[in-house]
């Protein structure tokens, strides 16, 4: 398989990109060789600028549950642009979104508009501390919510991948008050909060971490943190950004019956545009201006293209849709289980719901620590085989795989064809 034309192509963006790459998770840095530069993308397939084609286990990191291209979303962005491309002005979409978004989601009784999931959970902490009056944040280490300073303090995925424990540039005092404790863990977050607790504006996480691997919440421990967060007076924020609308249409908080305060959505919200939102209980999302005081804005948020895409990918989600994403992932996950253990290679294929991940370990991971100790080695050893084989998962340990309803049974077949090639040749050396 050539990638000459992507080896030219990441030559010539070094020398006008910092990296060659605009974030990032998009390098190879983690497990070597040349991203491929893509050009376009076909169902559940990617074609590269040398003409080879990819199963996507990525999906654009998340929101494109129907593939690429869903013809649905595509006609209603582009009826949107044949309307104007922004206008600095209120839209009824942005009502008819935010419609949908409240409808879906247990805890949103108001929710407001972003163009990235970082934005939006920077404008969730801002809310929680203008709404409490309060500094600190206590914070998962590995959990990722992008990249504001206060949020980077440990954070995971591409992070992690890159081996950098926060980021030069943070100022100690923009991580001073951001308390960090491990996942799973109540006694770190009980001390914590015993420690903090009448300075604590907000506890975030991500219900359900997929930016350092996949480490599912412990039984009982979301309730843990919404009664921790009672107990002390903080603002309990969930991070759906990746499990918002892929675990299931209400999210995780849906799934596991525990409600935040605060929801960070991003990724699905668009359909594969930059959109985001952050929502929450009607009088502390009347804390944001013009309403009230705690300031946040964006010219482009509510993007009348990128909202019309949205509405075209919420209206197609079904109950339907979710058995078909969770078959899938489960066909995957079983098929990659029984390829690692036929081929006598270590390995945990973790899954909840619509999720997976691959983890090179002698047990499943508990906390980020875990994913840390594995055997990255081997996850780049199984990334270049499965590629090789036509197989594209995301070149970096650290994170999840994202099925599709593209991936139809012949599809599924040539992923497990491949897991077993590739488990095979790894365990040849």
């Known amino acids: 398989m050539s990638h000459d034309a992507s080896d030219r192509l990441y030559r010539r963006a070094l020398e006008a990109i910092p990296g060659g790459v605009n974030s990032p ?16 993308g076909e169902g559940a397939t990617l074609v590269d600028a040398d003409g080879n084609r990819y199963v996507d286990l990525v999906n654009s990191w998340g929101p494109l549950l129907f593939g690429h291209a869903r013809r649905e979303v595509l006609d209603a962005a582009s009826a949107a642009l044949g309307r104007g491309s922004s206008f600095g002005a209120p839209t009824e979409g942005e009502i008819v979104l935010a419609e949908a978004i409240i409808d879906a989601v247990p805890s949103i009784e108001r929710v407001r ?15 929680a501390r203008g709404a409490t009056g309060r500094d600190k944040l206590l914070k998962f280490v590995g959990h990722y919510h992008g990249h504001s300073d206060a949020l980077l303090v440990a954070a995971g995925s591409g992070v992690a991948s890159l081996g950098i424990p926060g980021s030069p540039g943070i100022t100690q005092g923009a991580a001073q008050d951001t308390i960090l404790v491990p996942w799973n863990d109540e006694e770190a ?7 903090h607790g009448d300075d604590l504006a907000a506890i975030l996480a991500e219900p ?5 691997n996949l480490v599912p919440p412990a039984p009982g421990f979301l309730a843990f943190l919404r009664a921790q967060a009672d107990a002390c007076g903080a603002v309990l924020v969930f ?24 929801t960070v959505l991003g990724k699905i919200v668009g359909g594969g545009f930059p959109l985001a939102a952050f929502g929450g209980r009607a009088d502390l999302m009347d804390h944001l201006a013009p309403v009230g005081p705690v300031y946040q804005a964006g010219t482009l948020s509510g993007n009348p293209v990128a909202v019309a895409a949205g509405i075209a990918n919420l209206g197609l989600l079904t109950d339907d849709v979710y058995d078909c994403l969770e078959g899938a992932t489960r066909i995957i996950a079983e098929g990659f289980t029984a390829a690692f253990e036929a081929a006598g290679v270590t390995a945990q294929v973790i899954r909840h719901g619509t999720l997976a991940g691959v983890v090179f370990a002698d047990e499943a991971p508990t906390r980020y620590e875990d994913v840390a100790g594995a055997d990255h080695d081997a996850y780049a050893r199984f990334f270049h085989a499965m590629l090789d084989r036509g197989v594209y ?7 999840v795989i994202f099925t599709s309803m593209a991936l139809e049974q012949p599809i599924l077949d040539q992923i497990l064809d491949a897991a077993h090639g590739a488990a095979q040749q790894m365990a040849a050396g």
């Open 189 to 195: 977050v009980r001390a914590a909060v015993a420690t």
């Open 239 to 262: 991070d759906e950004v990746i499990s918002g609308f892929r675990l299931a249409r209400g999210g995780a908080q849906q799934v596991h019956g525990v409600l935040p305060d605060i």
């Open 208 to 212: 359900v971490p997929a930016n350092m």
């Open 25 to 40: 998770v998009r390098a190879f840095n983690s497990v070597g060789g040349t991203p491929r530069f893509i050009t376009r």
């Open 393 to 399: 998962l995301a070149p970096s340990g650290y994170e």
């Open 113 to 127: 508009l972003t163009n990235s999931g970082t934005e939006a959970g920077m404008s969730a902490v801002r809310l």
